[in-house]
């Protein structure tokens, strides 16, 4: 069984401002782990994923994640936030094994950013 | 490459009625899925095909039927819209295995009145 949590469903940070989106994960099996974004009406876009290689993970558009075990957390951070980067985003988790594909999902965290 | 494409984008049904989602991939990916995106839920797994003829049930299947019959095409079948059943539906696909990295539809809008 696996599950993630996805704290704050809102978040709102003012341009040039770090970005932290937070996610915990459970998984009864080593995970694969996925941030996705998605922008007003459109669908979902990976931004970077973590599949056992390297613990810090780097995407598209300038951010990363870091992969800790020991917190089962696997958190979104980015430097300086742009106002493209308002957007809906979306944790999620797989085991690797039987059912592999079978992604579960956070409840999202909308990201506002203001000038 | 057209990647996953969706259709419609936008239906209204009334309650009672069917219809079917289209979905189709030029991937050659063996594993396609279908979710549902309810606001605050995020996105729950409908029905899933890991090939062609091969469906199984995910998290939340009732009142949807799924068949697999080429590798490139996975229709949603909803055989009596009730209003529950208004969402946001995304198809997804992969490859089978690998890092699992999937490819999502442009959704489609989806309400019943």
């Known amino acids: 069984a696996q599950s993630v949590t996805q704290l704050g469903s809102h978040v709102s940070v003012s341009e040039g401002a770090l970005v932290l989106l937070r996610c915990n994960y459970s998984s009864s099996v080593p995970p694969y782990l996925f941030w996705y974004v998605q922008y007003p009406n459109q669908g979902l876009q990976l931004l970077l994923k973590y599949t056992s290689a390297a613990t810090l993970v780097k995407g598209i558009n300038g951010f990363e994640a870091e992969f800790k075990k020991s917190e089962t957390s696997f958190h979104l951070t980015k430097p300086s936030a742009h106002m493209s980067d308002a957007a809906e985003y979306f944790c999620?988790?797989?085991?690797?094994?039987?059912?592999?594909?079978?992604?579960?999902f956070g409840t999202g965290t909308q990201l506002k950013v203001e000038l | 490459n057209a990647g996953v494409t969706q259709t419609p984008k936008f239906q209204v049904l009334k309650t009672g009625q069917s219809m079917t989602l289209q979905c189709a991939q030029d991937m050659n990916h063996e594993y396609m899925s279908w979710y549902r995106q309810d606001p605050g839920m995020g996105l729950r797994l409908i029905h899933y095909s890991v090939g062609a003829g091969i469906t199984d049930q995910g998290e939340v299947p009732n009142g949807y039927n799924v068949s697999r019959s080429t590798t490139e095409d996975f229709p949603l079948r909803l055989l009596s819209a009730a209003p529950s059943q208004t969402s946001v539906y995304f198809c997804a696909s992969s490859i089978q295995g690998g890092t699992y990295e999937q490819y999502f539809g442009p959704g489609t809008r989806l309400t019943v009145t």
């Open positions: 999620a988790v797989t085991g690797k094994g039987g059912g592999g594909n079978k992604l579960t």
